[in-house]
């Protein structure tokens, strides 16, 4: 199994400039969850998905948005990109069932210039 | 959930056992506790969860208090790869419950 995967790992955009992060997980887990980090703080739940073509609400969610169409992907989108959007974002993705764990991509340090 | 306080910073000698409390004093009945950890700018990893009864595996230990109200993980032989900043989260019981991060604390295992 290769977990949860991210793409891409880097990058680097300018202010007004959209792109998409996608979320992979192949152990066809229910539940999936995209995180932003600051520097010196804690993960922050941007948007999170219950199951396939169903999307939620976190934290932190304005100038993001999400689509599960299908269950093994998570997609992240930036429509205009804002330097207050520099972070690095985490997917996470888990079973669902009781206490099972959450399992954390590597991250995508996306800059906004 | 209920929210966690944790020392921002914490160092330990290489070798030694490393003691990380946690306080919960708002946790109800049917919430467990978490820790996860973040070696430098990697995803979160896993460590140990419990509800109230003392919880060992191959990574750490995990004590709770009786009342339940605090909590402290231990690392028993810490090593220099064990540097890292510490989650301790309280989530309920339900697999789709996202984790409410805190700023957690960082260990530094010094050689």
């Known amino acids: 199994n290769a977990g949860v995967t991210q793409t891409p790992k880097f990058r680097v955009l300018k202010t007004g400039q959209s792109m998409t992060l996608l979320c992979a997980q192949d152990?066809?887990?229910?539940?999936m969850y995209w995180y932003r980090q600051d520097p010196g703080m804690g993960l922050r739940l941007i948007h999170y998905s219950v199951g396939e073509g169903t999307t939620a609400k976190g934290e932190v969610p304005d100038g993001y948005n999400v689509s599960r169409l299908k269950k093994q992907n998570f997609l992240l989108g930036l429509e205009s990109a804002a330097p207050s959007q520099t972070s690095v974002y985490f997917c996470a993705s888990v079973r669902g069932l009781g206490t099972d764990t959450q399992y954390f991509g590597p991250g995508t340090r996306l800059t906004v210039l | 959930d209920a929210k966690t306080t944790q020392p921002p910073s914490m160092d330990c000698a290489e070798g030694r056992a490393a003691n990380l409390p946690c306080n919960h004093s708002?946790?109800?009945?049917?919430?467990?506790v978490y820790w996860y950890r973040q070696i430098h700018s990697q995803g979160p990893q896993y460590i140990i969860h419990?509800?109230?009864n003392n919880e060992t595996n191959e990574m750490a230990s995990l004590i709770i208090t009786e009342d339940r109200k605090s909590s402290t993980l231990i690392l028993p032989h810490a090593t220099l790869r064990d540097t890292a900043v510490y989650y301790c989260i309280v989530r309920g019981y339900s697999g789709n419950t996202p984790l409410v991060f805190g700023k957690g604390t960082r260990l530094s295992v010094i050689a």
């Open positions: 708002t946790i109800s009945g049917n919430e467990y």
């Open positions: 152990m066809n887990h229910e539940y």
């Open positions: 419990g509800l109230k």
